[in-house]
């Protein structure tokens, strides 16, 4: 045997002894890790301070089984992992603000979903519905909404509810303004339709239109007021105030409790009256009649803790009677149009 043969055959045993090179050895199995999913979760916007909400979640592992959970809340950069075998939690008594959720499968070999499912939502103050009614004294069923508007405030009590009517043709209705008719054409260039009173607006948001009978317009109201009750709101609105005998002025704050999605905000104040005396086509009172709309305010709160303070003086008419007025503020998003908040003056 040569020298080289004999080294190979050296080698080839020296090989086989030991059990062969480390490039022969089996690699270690990679570990896939888990995923999750959230089947059940609340609305990012609009919960109530004092709810309880439910997560529900599931998870999958393609290279092996989920052996487990873990969840965590309100803690974003530093989350503390709470371990659970459950595939749901309620978080009760939710505190005013912004809130976080996150939540990772965990597999049988203890490794955690890199990508965990996070939800992000805020929780609001109850709200005071705000309700514009468009109307004019040449309208033969508004009347009808306008009961229909009174039963509800009897209902719900005004500090649950604001109502603003704005008359419109100036030219016919002697309770009309420039101001309460442009406000009217806003509505309608936003696909609000036009020319069929009564339409009641609530929020901004939805509307009622027509008004068979004063009961039917309060049932259909009713509805549509509690729909926008059950949405919280991230804006706490004050005010404070005097109505003297030819001049007003209001101070209105509003501070935001729960972040504002992104929005162009303005403050609107309107004087309103109630028990008009007016020699009307179908009615001789005419309640919620707005009669001074004052310059509005541009917001820039977004923030929680953003604050801002509007205050506004206004003349009073010596034709108007000072213990039938108010003064109603409200937020709205002009984008949208949805109210954010109202409050008045008086909510005796």
């Not at 086989?16 to 990679?30: H, I, S, V, Y």
């Not at 890199?114 to 009347?143: D, H, K, M, S, Y």
Request: charged content about 20%.
């Amino acid at each position: 045997m040569t020298g080289l043969a004999a080294g190979l055959a050296t080698g080839l045993a020296i090989v086989l002894a030991t059990g062969g090179c480390d490039w022969f050895e089996a690699q270690p199995e990679q570990n896939l890790p888990p995923e999750t999913a959230l089947t059940e979760r609340p609305p990012a916007y609009g919960l109530i301070r004092g709810q309880d909400v439910t997560f529900a979640w599931g998870g999958s592992d393609l290279d092996g089984e989920v052996a487990g959970y873990e969840w965590a809340y309100d803690n974003v950069g530093n989350p503390e992992w709470i371990a659970t075998a459950e595939n749901s939690v309620v978080v009760e008594d939710v505190a005013l603000g912004d809130h976080w959720f996150q939540v990772r499968a965990v597999d049988d070999r203890g490794e955690a979903d890199p990508v965990q499912e996070q939800w992000f939502f805020t929780v609001g103050i109850p709200r005071v519905v705000l309700a514009e009614f468009l109307t004019t004294n040449t309208c033969q069923n508004c009347p009808n909404a306008e009961g229909g508007l009174n039963g509800l405030l009897d209902e719900v009590g005004p500090s649950a509810l604001a109502v603003v009517g704005y008359h419109d043709m100036p030219l016919r209705d002697g309770l009309a303004t420039d101001e309460t008719a442009a406000r009217i054409d806003w509505y309608t260039a936003s696909g609000v339709p036009a020319n069929q009173w009564p339409i009641v607006i609530f929020d901004g948001l939805s509307l009622v239109e027509g008004a068979e009978t004063p009961e039917d317009a309060r049932v259909a109201y009713a509805a549509k007021a509690a729909d926008r009750q059950a949405v919280g709101s991230p804006v706490r609105l004050t005010i404070e105030g005097t109505l003297g005998p030819s001049e007003g002025s209001v101070a209105v704050g509003a501070k935001v409790v729960a972040s504002l999605r992104d929005s162009t905000t303005v403050m609107q104040i309107v004087v309103v009256e109630d028990q008009v005396r007016y020699n009307g086509y179908f009615a001789p009172i005419y309640d919620f009649v707005a009669r001074d709309l004052l310059e509005d305010e541009a917001l820039e709160i977004a923030a929680i803790g953003d604050s801002v303070l509007v205050e506004r003086t206004f003349p009073i008419s010596g034709t108007w009677t000072l213990d039938n007025l108010d003064v109603v503020a409200f937020i709205q998003d002009t984008g949208t149009r949805e109210i954010i908040q109202a409050v008045r003056l008086r909510q005796e």
